[in-house]
């Protein structure tokens, strides 16, 4: 029978975008597009490219594409990312929430908060950790 309970999807690549309508049939209660990731595959490019443009009249189609089909099929529907105050504005103007990175939350929100480079510090010291587990290992061979 298959799993009965509440599950979300995520839409990150041009293939999800397409496959949307099937994607949709499968029971899933929540849509959540990574702008990120989906805006560099559709045009082919890094994030911090001048042609990464979430705000570009073919993403926000694409968006509202989605957010209609989601809407239909009463799925709710999202977009999380590295996002602007400018795309966070048009998404509220087109209705459709929006999660962020939390480390967008000052510049978002024009507010201070204790260690907004937590994660980023986490991750630099496991970076090192596995590095000097690799260089001690390879030593011992």
């Given at each position: 029978?298959?799993?009965?309970?509440?599950?979300?999807?995520?839409?990150?690549?041009?293939?999800?975008?397409?496959?949307?309508?099937?994607?949709?049939?499968?029971?899933?209660?929540?849509?959540?597009?990574?702008?990120?990731?989906?805006?560099?595959?559709?045009?082919?490019?890094?994030?911090?490219?001048?042609?990464?443009?979430?705000?570009?009249?073919?993403?926000?189609?694409?968006?509202?594409?989605?957010?209609?089909?989601?809407?239909?099929?009463?799925?709710?529907?999202?977009?999380?990312?590295?996002?602007n105050t400018s795309?966070?504005?048009?998404?509220?103007?087109?209705?459709?929430?929006?999660?962020?990175?939390?480390?967008?939350?000052?510049?978002?929100?024009?507010?201070?908060?204790?260690?907004?480079?937590?994660?980023?510090?986490?991750?630099?010291?496991?970076?090192?950790?596995?590095?000097?587990?690799?260089?001690?290992?390879?030593?011992?061979?």
């Open positions: 029978k298959g799993f009965t309970g509440k599950v979300g999807t995520m839409i990150e690549l041009p293939s999800a975008y397409f496959d949307l309508s099937s994607i949709l049939e499968t029971g899933i209660s929540k849509i959540v597009v990574g702008m990120n990731d989906l805006t560099s595959f559709v045009f082919a490019t890094m994030r911090n490219s001048q042609w990464h443009d979430m705000e570009s009249p073919i993403m926000l189609d694409m968006l509202r594409d989605m957010q209609d089909k989601a809407r239909k099929n009463k799925i709710n529907f999202a977009v999380a990312g590295y996002l795309f966070i504005q048009k998404m509220n103007q087109l209705g459709i929430k929006c999660i962020i990175h939390y480390s967008s939350i000052p510049e978002i929100f024009d507010l201070e908060i204790d260690h907004p480079d937590h994660l980023k510090h986490i991750k630099e010291e496991s970076k090192k950790l596995q590095r000097s587990t690799h260089d001690t290992a390879r030593n011992v061979e």
